[in-house]
């Protein structure tokens, strides 16, 4: 019997493949995540590590685990909390949970689309605050999404999702990407790939969809918000990081942006004072693949992963080069 640690809470139905196989499970039943140290304390001993993406698995955890360690699943599409190096070289193997997420990801991108471009996080707001409003012609006007082009940084699960839903609501497609998005998708969407600083110059609506990487972190720049059409809007689902916080609230305060949707933070759940002042700007906290049936999925998955490794098999869902 090998002894499981998660975490974190998680949706106990993504167990079931757990308890099957007769695995000691270690659980965090705290009101609040674990603290750092709690952490340490609690993955000591473990063969299998289910964590959560504010999980930083390095050096120091992977020593607190101690040798016996064989894998660490990530219940998450991204892996930027992880030091793969480290996990490569102790030969543990490491697994995320894509190929479940993408479309309640998707809608919360949509979404963010949607409220930011139609005001309807402001409009809610000034509704329960009590202000007076009556219709008017003129009242609280946002802008058409369907004269716009959307703009996908990053075209992989969550950007051809997000796409789908766009083209939907009759906007134009274009990404750029890594790697270009898969042929039939793009044909389907009649999606355009361009190199990033035109698609920066030529999108209505910029829409991130990278993993964080030491090339994407300040993709966005304060120099391309500055290139960005006059007016444009910023949707962020990926990683805060892939943002220059500071650069995307100086855009919005000048004007130059009209305005944000963000569900995720450089420095969570730490968020510009700037921005929690601005009504053009949306802040979800980071709910992105935050639904009952999605979240089970995950934690399912990693489960399948952990079982898998810990039965000597190949993982179902490794992280590339695992
Ligand atoms: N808000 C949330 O709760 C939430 C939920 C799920 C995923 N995410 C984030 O979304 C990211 C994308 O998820 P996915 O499942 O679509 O991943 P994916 O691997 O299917 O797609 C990633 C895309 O990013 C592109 N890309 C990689 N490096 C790039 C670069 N330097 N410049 C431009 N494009 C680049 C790839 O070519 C690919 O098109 C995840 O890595 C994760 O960080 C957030």
Same mark, same amino acid.
């Given at each position: 019997?090998?002894?499981?640690?998660?975490?974190?809470?998680?949706?106990?139905?993504?167990?079931?493949?757990?308890?099957?196989?007769?695995?000691?499970?270690?659980?965090?039943?705290?009101?609040?995540?674990?603290?750092?140290?709690?952490?340490?304390?609690?993955?000591?001993?473990?063969?299998?590590?289910?964590?959560?993406?504010?999980?930083?698995?390095?050096?120091?955890?992977?020593?607190?685990?101690?040798?016996?360690?064989?894998?660490?699943?990530?219940?998450?599409?991204?892996?930027?909390?992880?030091?793969?190096?480290?996990?490569?070289?102790?030969?543990?193997?490491?697994?995320?949970?894509?190929?479940?997420?993408?479309?309640?990801?998707?809608?919360?991108?949509?979404?963010?689309?949607?409220?930011?471009?139609?005001?309807?996080?402001?409009?809610?707001?000034?509704?329960?605050?009590?202000?007076?409003?009556?219709?008017?012609?003129?009242?609280?006007?946002?802008?058409?999404?369907?004269?716009?082009?959307?703009?996908?940084?990053?075209?992989?699960?969550?950007?051809?999702?997000?796409?789908?839903?766009?083209?939907?609501?009759?906007?134009?497609?274009?990404?750029?990407?890594?790697? *270009?998005?898969?042929? #039939?998708?793009?044909? +389907?969407?009649?999606? &355009?790939? @361009?190199?990033?600083?035109?698609?920066? $110059? /030529?999108?209505?609506?910029?829409?991130?969809?990278?993993?964080?990487?030491?090339?994407?972190?300040?993709?966005?720049?304060?120099?391309?918000?500055?290139?960005?059409?006059?007016?444009?809007?910023?949707?962020?689902?990926?990683?805060?990081?892939?943002?220059?916080?500071?650069?995307?609230?100086?855009?919005?305060?000048?004007?130059?942006?009209?305005?944000?949707?963000?569900?995720?933070?450089?420095?969570? *759940?730490?968020?510009? #004072?700037?921005?929690? +002042?601005?009504?053009? &700007?949306? @802040?979800?906290?980071?709910?992105?693949? $935050? /639904?009952?049936?999605?979240?089970?999925?995950?934690?399912?998955?990693?489960?399948?992963?952990?079982?898998?490794?810990?039965?000597?098999?190949?993982?179902?869902?490794?992280?590339?080069?695992?």
């Amino acid at each position: 019997m090998a002894k499981v640690c998660i975490t974190d809470a998680v949706p106990e139905a993504g167990l079931d493949g757990l308890r099957a196989a007769g695995h000691e499970i270690v659980s965090w039943a705290g009101e609040q995540p674990p603290t750092r140290a709690e952490l340490l304390n609690q993955v000591r001993g473990a063969d299998a590590v289910l964590s959560v993406l504010t999980d930083g698995v390095d050096d120091e955890l992977l020593d607190a685990a101690g040798r016996q360690l064989k894998v660490v699943a990530n219940i998450a599409a991204g892996f930027n909390n992880i030091d793969l190096e480290t996990c490569k070289r102790r030969g543990i193997v490491v697994t995320a949970t894509p190929g479940v997420l993408f479309e309640s990801t998707a809608d919360t991108a949509f979404g963010l689309l949607l409220m930011t471009t139609r005001r309807f996080g402001q409009a809610e707001r000034l509704v329960r605050a009590g202000t007076p409003w009556r219709y008017r012609t003129t009242f609280m006007l946002g802008r058409a999404i369907q004269s716009m082009t959307i703009g996908l940084i990053g075209a992989g699960q969550i950007g051809t999702a997000m796409a789908r839903r766009c083209k939907a609501f009759g906007m134009q497609i274009a990404y750029a990407a890594e790697h *270009p998005m898969k042929s #039939a998708a793009r044909d +389907e969407l009649a999606a &355009v790939g @361009l190199p990033l600083d035109e698609l920066i $110059a /030529t999108s209505d609506v910029i829409s991130l969809h990278c993993p964080l990487t030491p090339e994407t972190r300040h993709i966005l720049n304060a120099e391309r918000l500055a290139a960005m059409k006059q007016g444009a809007y910023v949707i962020n689902t990926a990683r805060g990081a892939c943002i220059d916080e500071k650069a995307l609230a100086e855009a919005l305060k000048s004007g130059h942006l009209a305005g944000a949707g963000l569900d995720v933070y450089e420095h969570e *759940p730490e968020i510009d #004072a700037d921005l929690l +002042e601005m009504e053009n &700007v949306v @802040l979800l906290p980071h709910l992105g693949s $935050a /639904t009952a049936e999605t979240r089970t999925k995950m934690t399912g998955l990693a489960v399948a992963n952990v079982v898998a490794v810990l039965e000597g098999k190949p993982a179902v869902t490794p992280v590339p080069g695992f």
